[in-house]
């Protein structure tokens, strides 16, 4: 049993700052990557931000250069630093850890933890 706890989000003004955590607890072993993504009222869910195995990370258009992952291997957390917020970034940001099975790879995700940036 795997489970994801994200933290972290709430209410900021737009050019602010907000630091997202999600602890990874269970059976980790392996984890192939880790991630969030965020789901924006009437928009898809979008791919924020992920981070390999060998800690290459990528990022969507829309956020590189102002998000930043990473990674505390040692307690299963990953962040995701989110500066110079912009109010189109509001969304429910979940976090994903991807693990591998006897067949492939499964991905577990968090509840979500909402952001709101107001103009």
């Known amino acids: 049993q795997v489970q994801l706890v994200e933290s972290g989000g709430g209410l900021v003004q737009a050019g602010g700052s907000l630091r997202l955590s999600c602890a990874v607890a269970?059976?980790?072993?392996?984890?192939?990557?880790m991630g969030w993504d965020r789901q924006a009222p009437g928009k898809q869910r979008e791919l924020v931000a992920t981070?390999?195995?060998?800690?290459?990370?990528d990022y969507s258009d829309s956020v590189k250069g102002r998000f930043t992952i990473s990674r505390d291997n040692a307690k299963n957390i990953v962040y995701l630093q989110m500066n110079s917020l912009k109010p189109e970034d509001t969304a429910v940001y979940y976090c994903?850890?991807?693990?591998?099975?006897?067949?492939?790879?499964?991905?577990?995700w968090g509840q979500g933890t909402q952001v709101t940036v107001s103009s």
């Open positions: 994903y850890v991807r693990l591998p099975t006897d067949w492939g790879t499964r991905d577990y």
């Open positions: 981070q390999s195995r060998d800690n290459s990370a």
């Open positions: 269970g059976s980790t072993a392996g984890i192939n990557s």
